[in-house]
């Protein structure tokens, strides 16, 4: 059974930082690319940032140079290191993985960035 469960959110001020944590099971995880997205309400959920098994990286303009996604094989755990954060990172974020031609969702975990 593939299993993600993220970890980490919370209530924050602007400028503050936050760490994601995703931990996965049931999966060969080092050989999976792993993505981060975030729904706000009334939006549509939207890529944040994504590794390859490689560890090459991608990141929505958004985030450039704010957020950080990274891996750790030995723990099956890909993590999300967002820093300065702004009022409009407010969200719910998602961790997904592929597996064959299913897509594979966390629950979520709430970030709120507000004074």
């Known amino acids: 059974q593939v299993q993600l469960v993220e970890s980490g959110g919370g209530l924050v001020q602007p400028g503050g930082s936050l760490r994601l944590s995703c931990a996965a099971s049931g999966i060969i995880f080092s050989m999976k690319a792993m993505g981060w997205y975030r729904q706000a309400p009334g939006k549509q959920r939207e890529l944040v940032a994504g590794i390859t098994s490689a560890g090459s990286t991608n990141y929505a303009d958004s985030v450039k140079g704010r957020f950080t996604i990274s891996r750790d094989n030995a723990k099956n755990t890909v993590y999300l290191q967002m820093n300065s954060l702004k009022p409009e990172d407010t969200a719910v974020y998602y961790c997904?993985?592929?597996?064959?031609?299913?897509?594979?969702w966390g629950q979520g975990t709430q970030v709120t960035v507000s004074s």
């Open positions: 997904n993985t592929l597996l064959a031609v299913q897509v594979i």
